[in-house]
């Protein structure tokens, strides 16, 4: 589970005190998977540093499991906007580095990898380097290197985003089918409604700058098979639009 309470984060610059994050709260259940959307600047980057343990300075709590966020003994995956692969890596070294990283065993693990390669189908592509891949296919690679270290929480910055909109589809389906057989503790950040409401369980809306949780959405068509062609999916997203809109004029 992961918990976050009463959570502030401020920064000061040049002798200015800036509010980023304002009484944040909100829980995720073990294997859940939720989609946060805010303006620009609201804090959402922030938000992942936090849970990743990148920024240690912070009021309130954040715990993964009954635990604070430490790094050092949990497995927290990350998967940023420009998917974080080494360029001087294979996609298979690159598969391996997170569980290396954490001084796992690849013996213990090749049969896992194996099974991952067939999911997100990357089988035959092992001995590639990013650079002669598609952005769809490096995509896959991040999928399957934070997939195979079986973390406690995995925190997806826009990873999408880069991708044309009929490729951002199909990976959005690979890691949902992909998630479907792993259950892991998912946040991803997103700009997009759309992405949101097919990808979250839950959808937490953030206001500007102090970013605050402005609602939480238990999310009805969450893995509802060929949702994105059915009415009640395009009257969720619009309800959502209105609700943003709503926000970001007050």
Known sequence: MIRIKDLAVTYQSQGTKYTVLKDINLELGAGETCAIIGPSGCG????????????????????????????????IGFIPQN?????????????????????????DVKES????????????????????????????????????????????DEPFSALDAMTR??????????WKKNSISTILVTHHVEEAVYLGQKIVLLTGSPGTVSKVIDNPLFGVEGIRS?????????????????????
Request: proline residues 3%.
């Open 113 to 156: 990898l194996e099974v991952l390669l067939q999911q997100l189908g990357l089988t035959g592509l092992e001995n590639r380097y990013p650079r002669e891949l598609s952005g769809g296919q490096q995509q896959r690679v991040a999928l399957a290197r934070s997939f195979l270290l079986k973390p406690d929480l995995l925190l997806m």
């Open 230 to 250: 059915r009415q009640e999916f395009f009257r969720l997203c619009l309800e959502i639009r209105k609700m943003i809109k709503e926000d970001w004029e007050k």
């Open 83 to 107: 998917y974080g692969l080494l360029l001087w890596k294979n996609v298979y070294q690159n598969i391996l580095l997170g569980v290396k990283i954490k001084k796992e065993k690849e013996a």
């Open 169 to 178: 589809e199909e990976i959005q389906n690979v890691y949902l089918q992909t």
């Open 44 to 75: 959402k980057s922030t938000l992942l540093k936090i849970l990743a343990g990148i920024i240690k300075g912070f009021e309130g709590t954040v715990e993964i499991n009954g635990q604070p966020v430490m790094p050092h003994k949990q497995k």
